[in-house]
């Protein structure tokens, strides 16, 4: 039987790390896997990263700085971080964890975010995942971004606040424009049950593509009473703009 498969069906993703799994091959080149048991290390490290982001929002930029939009209308997160580019072969790894329920890439996916961390997690008093709608909960079994955040909060041992905001729209947010993306945002989170005092928060996602969730989840997080709040998503999308210019 496939090693995955049996992975999945033991329900390893919620224990510890990848290390003490068998080693294989490299999913790329098909060398021997180093620690992360499905990449080698040539081609873990060759995993695309924006070489400048926008200190914001993690927009990738041709230099390093602040881009125009998060200097004229800064959103309400404080600073934003991408581990890696949204591009082959994460977007494919990422899309078959979420829509063909693979866990056992999550849990890859997981620890490759570990090896490439925001700079700031010395300060992090606590994560806070991205809510799924209880539909879209129940349709797809597990929310990506809660997993991904139970994983880092194990691993740097910090607290996960699953419940500190609601999800209300079950919208498919790929098949609306950026614009509708904002508007359908601010009506779709709430907060939850949970009060702070001026925590140092960090909002976990698997990808950003416009901010605008993560500026409706950090302006939630802000009123309920937290300090600061940052982001932090395995991959990020270029912005159209940068697309057209790089
Ligand atoms: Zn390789
Ligand atoms: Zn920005």
């Known amino acids: 039987m496939d090693l995955n498969k049996v992975l999945a069906l033991t329900g390893l993703f ?3 790390s990848l290390s003490h799994l068998l080693s294989g091959t490299c999913e790329l080149c098909l060398e021997s896997a180093d620690l992360s048991g499905f990449l080698c290390t040539p081609c873990r ?5 924006s070489e400048h982001a926008c ?5 990738p930029l041709a230099h ?3 881009c125009a939009r998060c200097q004229q209308q800064p959103p309400a997160f404080d600073y934003a971080y991408s581990s890696y580019l949204y591009q082959p072969p994460l977007s ?3 899309l078959h964890a979420k829509d063909q329920g693979q866990l056992q890439w999550l849990k890859r996916l997981a620890w490759l975010m570990q090896h490439r961390p925001v700079t700031t997690l010395d300060a992090v008093d606590g994560l806070v ?4 709608s209880a539909r879209r909960l129940l349709y797809r079994g597990f929310n990506p971004a809660q997993l991904l955040a139970a994983s880092l909060a194990r691993h740097w ?3 996960l606040h699953s419940k500190a905001i609601m999800k209300h729209s079950s919208e498919d947010q790929r098949k609306l424009s950026a614009t509708q993306r904002r508007r359908n945002q601010n009506h779709s989170f709430s907060a939850g049950q949970q009060l702070f005092r001026g925590e140092h ?3 976990i996602d698997d990808v950003i593509t416009t901010g605008a969730t993560a500026n409706a989840v950090a302006r939630l997080l802000k009123q309920q009473g937290a300090g600061i709040v940052g982001v932090w998503s395995m991959c990020r999308t270029p912005a159209k703009s940068t697309q057209h210019t790089s």
Request: glycine share 6%.
């Open 157 to 159: 041992h910090l607290p």
């Open 129 to 132: 995942p991205v809510p799924s």
């Open 14 to 16: 919620h224990q510890g």
């Open 64 to 66: 390093p700085g602040r």
């Open 92 to 94: 494919d790894w990422l």
């Open 55 to 59: 200190s914001q929002c993690a927009e």
């Open 201 to 203: 928060l960090l909002i």
């Open 45 to 49: 490290t060759a995993l695309a990263a």
